[in-house]
Every structure is written in C-alpha cells, then in structure tokens.
C-alpha cells in the first residue's frame, strides 16, 4: 500500500497538495481557489473538507475513486515573512548525554534501565510513531525528512522532501498522515502541528500560532491557537476555545477522552460520538510537547523543563519520570511488542526498554 503524506500548503491563492507514493517520490497539484468548480487527479486519492471559512466561502474537496472536486473559495489574507532575528547571547545547548539511567516506575519500567543515546545530529526532530512492522518513525523537519529505526537500530531516510512534516500518524487504512508547516501560508490554517487519528480514521490536530521570531506568516485577523477534528467525511470542525496554547494532542486507549497538552498544563475532554469534545478540565499540572499512551492508559508527556518523560495514571497522579538525555519533544513506543520506548528532541533519537506497552492497534 502507497505511503501517503498530505497537508495543506497554502502559498498565495492556490492550495497545494503533497503526497508520497510507493516509490517515495513527492507529487503534487494545483488548485486555483475560485468561485467555480475544478476537477483534478491524485493517484491514490485523498480527501479533505473545510468549512471554517465563512458561510459563503466553503471549501470542500471530496474524494470519488481518484477524482478529487473542488468547490467554492477558499480564505485569503497577506503573507507576512516575519525575519528570524539572530539570538543575543544564546548560550550553546547542552551535549545530549549517550545515557542515562531510568529510575523504577512499578508497572512503567525497571530501576536501573538504561535510556540510550542511538544517534545525535538530526537537524529537528518531531513526531515519533510506530509502523506497522514494529519500526519506529520520526521526522526530522528542518531537513524535509522521515527517518525510519528498525529493531536492530538500523537508521535510514524513509521519505524525503515532506514539507517541512512534523506530526505523524497512520489511519485505519494503512495510509500514512502528516501535518506540514512549510512557510508561507494563507488560509485558516496557520502551522498545524500534532495529530492522532481514532478508530473511525477521524483526525485530531493541533495548531498552535507560531511565536513572533518563527518564520511563520502572521495568522488572519482575529485567529487564535486552536484544536481541530476533520470528520471521516471529511469535514473540519473546530473543538474548543478552552486550549490557548495547543500543542500534543493523544486519545485514551477506549477513545472517549482527548488530551491536550496547553502551556502548563494537561488538559482532558470527554468526546462525543460525533468527535466534538466537551467538559474541558485540567488533567495534570505539567508542561509538555509530545504526548504518548500505554494500554494501562498511562499518559506520557515529553517536558523539556524537566528534561525528561513525565508519566501520568489515568487519574492524571504522576508517577515519576524517565529521563532524557536532552530536552525531549516527541515521546512514542514501537518495537516488535510496542514495549521500546522512542524519544527524540533536539536532533537526537533515544530508546529504552519498558515494562509498560504501547497500543498496538494505533501508530501512537
């Protein structure tokens, strides 16, 4: 089956599509936005609908075989390049250490185990999932790559040129989904960032404004830090208002709680059968980017404060954390029996052994 990767790369008034086939070569397509309606080809298809534009201006792309339909008009606003200034008196980062030991977390991991450095100097590192065949995936973003790690620790590209890809996950039908925030962009979408897809291949995604020196186009007027959920038809919904400072997103192992990770602290929201979510409320104190689950429903958040994975029970009690030997941003298991825990930050790829097992029906 073609691994796909797809977002919406939205340069001036066209939207642009990405996706990857089976021989890993990026394909893409035009499509002007208008008030008519044009027809275009993907091979394989895919599908996407947008109605958080105004009530006018509807954007639905649906899928039939490889006919891809587009209607209506999509939003419009300037593209501001906002220049990176150079840092002032930026001390160097720390050198990730080759390992360093876990403390014992009953039922999570064993004292004593090693967390191991595999490979230092990635240029971004984001995304950690598991593949079908137990390999761990992540995406080494500033180098527009997918890095594959198999179980003999056997580093290789898996994909190149994606776009700047930083979330990853696969859905029900084997296809491989990415959120991409190549710069610029116009549209409704300012930098989507984490995702998970639940059991009806409905997706979960963030989509944080970026901070003022990122080179990120300024978000339309009025925009805010938002959580998203695009429905199996294929439409977008917006969820809450509540996540201010959205960033990993994860789904509990029965999928009726989402959570989110919101400046300094975990948010978790009861979801509904029709995936809006509901009863908003704090379900740890604790900053995070990545977030992970076991099939105890144990959450993971990587924390670069402390420099480490803080583990949560499904009451939100912490457990205890496993150290990193660099400031994590991305936490996931895979493995042969999902029980090798994945984490990367700051360009570099760490693994340990767990007593605690990921969920083997999904990527993360």
């Known amino acids: 089956m ?21 021989e890993e070569r990026r394909k893409h397509v035009h499509v002007s936005c208008g008030d008519g309606e044009a027809k275009f080809r993907l091979e394989p298809a895919i599908e996407l609908a947008e109605n958080y534009a105004h009530p006018h201006k509807r954007m639905e792309v649906l899928m039939k075989s490889a006919i891809v339909r587009v209607a209506a008009l999509c939003l419009v606003a300037s593209v501001v390049v906002v220049g990176q200034a150079p840092p002032q008196n930026q001390q160097p980062p720390e050198p990730a250490l080759k390992e360093v030991i876990a403390p014992d977390i009953p039922g999570v991991i064993k004292g004593g185990t090693k967390v191991v450095l595999l490979r230092d100097g990635f240029n971004g590192t984001e995304g950690v999932i598991s593949m079908p065949d137990g390999s761990a995936l992540f995406t080494e973003q500033d180098a527009n790559k997918l890095i594959k790690v198999d179980k003999n620790d056997n580093i290789s590209t898996y994909l190149e040129n994606t776009n700047r890809t930083v979330g990853l996950a696969y859905d029900h039908k084997g296809r491989l989904i990415g959120t991409q925030s190549r710069n610029p962009m116009v549209g409704v979408l300012v930098r989507p960032n984490d995702l998970v897809i639940d059991r009806n291949n409905g997706i979960y995604f963030s989509d944080p404004i970026p901070n003022p020196q990122a080179a990120f186009r300024e978000p339309p007027p009025g925009r805010k830090p938002l959580l998203f959920y695009i429905k ?26 989402l959570y989110a990770t919101n400046g300094t602290r975990i948010m978790a929201f009861d979801v509904q059968p029709d995936g809006s979510v509901k009863n908003g409320r704090t379900f740890a104190m604790s900053g995070g980017d990545g977030l992970a689950i ?21 009451q939100g009690q912490d457990l205890g954390t496993i150290p990193s030997g660099t400031p994590p941003q991305s936490v996931g ?3 042969p029996q999902k029980k090798t825990l994945y984490i990367v930050g700051r360009g570099a790829l760490y693994k340990t052994q767990m007593i605690a097992e990921g969920i083997k029906s999904r990527a993360k």
């Open 2 to 22: 073609a691994s796909i990767v797809f977002g919406i790369d939205l340069f001036s008034t066209s939207f642009r599509f990405f996706f990857f086939s089976k």
């Open 333 to 335: 298991f895979a493995g």
């Open 294 to 314: 076991d099939t105890a429903g144990r959450l993971y958040a990587a924390v670069a404060a402390v420099r480490g994975i803080r583990v949560f029970s499904p």
């Open 232 to 257: 199996p038809s294929g439409q977008l919904m917006k969820l809450t208002d509540e996540v201010t400072a959205p960033n990993g997103v994860q789904l509990s192992p029965d999928e009726k709680t």
